[in-house]
């Protein structure tokens, strides 16, 4: 019988690999998290999608099978995200807290307080409660990511809107800094018990339909903004997802990493 490899022995692939890993993923069927859901299933993981609608995840479902599963929860419930503890199995080894929800209306002087309650519990108390729930979970050590955003980092920057009615909700960007500093914490919570954590700040994405109804031009006034000048696709995730969630990242944790085509450099 071959002795087990250590990670220094281990090539680059099999840093990367997952396989017999179980990876939950909040959101998972979105813009965004459809892509870390697939990723972690392309590396072997077995990943449950934790969510409100399994309609979204019926092609992973096609292509993946049983590798992947589907738990219904409303991740704005208080009573469902603290039960969710009995429905997910006794070893866990990556959790990615990506489930947000966006206030109707986004700006400041509109701001209505059930809104930003249901915004706040969706971007910074559930993560936070999943994370508690998870922790005795990686009894072996493990990966949490959560997904903050660059205005976690930074202002938005009004001029972009043109007075359109356009505009970014002030409770959002609060909730992604609080979910940030949240992953330091929960860094330093996690290190003795080798659980990893680290934080995505995600930038402009391109979705089905953004720039749509005459937006164009708005589309043009983000690429006038980025050094890399274009948005963002879905699948560009896939590298750094893949990075913090395997032991290519043995030696990372309470780090922020941007993917934002260098918005947040300038």
């Known amino acids: 019988m071959k002795n087990k490899k250590t990670n220094k022995d281990k090539t680059f692939f099999e840093l990367a690999d997952l396989t017999g890993k179980k990876a939950v993923v909040t959101g998972g069927g979105g813009h965004l998290g459809f892509q870390m859901s697939k990723v972690l299933l392309e590396l072997g993981a077995d990943v449950i999608v934790l969510a409100r609608d399994k309609e979204k995840i019926k092609p992973l479902l096609k292509e993946f099978g049983k590798k992947i599963s589907f738990i219904k929860v409303d991740l704005n419930n208080k009573e469902e995200v603290t039960a969710i503890d009995k429905k997910l199995p006794?070893?866990?080894?990556?959790?990615?807290?990506?489930?947000?929800?966006?206030?109707?209306?986004?700006?400041f002087e509109k701001m209505q307080w059930d809104e930003a309650v249901a915004t706040m519990t969706a971007g910074i108390v559930s993560p936070l409660f999943l994370s508690k729930v998870v922790f005795p979970k990686m009894k072996k050590g493990g990966s949490i990511i959560n997904i903050g955003s660059m205005y976690g980092m930074i202002s938005p920057d009004f001029r972009i809107y043109r007075n359109s009615g356009m505009g970014n909700a002030l409770e959002y960007g609060a909730t992604k800094a609080a979910l940030i500093q949240?992953?330091?914490?929960?860094?330093?919570?996690?290190?003795?018990?080798?659980?990893?954590?680290?934080?995505?700040?995600?930038?402009?994405?391109?979705?089905?339909?953004?720039?749509?109804?005459?937006?164009?031009?708005?589309?043009?006034?983000?690429?006038?903004?980025?050094?890399?000048k274009r948005i963002g696709e879905n699948w560009e995730l896939k590298g750094v997802v893949a990075f913090l969630a395997s032991d290519l990242s043995s030696y990372v944790t309470g780090q922020n990493i941007a993917v934002d085509g260098g918005w947040t450099i300038w």
Do not use: C, Q
């Open 90 to 107: 006794s070893m866990i080894h990556i959790l990615i807290n990506n489930f947000y929800t966006w206030p109707t209306n986004p700006h």
């Open 182 to 228: 949240a992953t330091k914490y929960l860094a330093v919570k996690g290190a003795p018990l080798g659980i990893r954590v680290n934080a995505i700040s995600p930038g402009p994405f391109s979705r089905p339909g953004a720039f749509d109804n005459g937006k164009d031009w708005f589309r043009k006034e983000l690429i006038a903004r980025m050094p890399l």
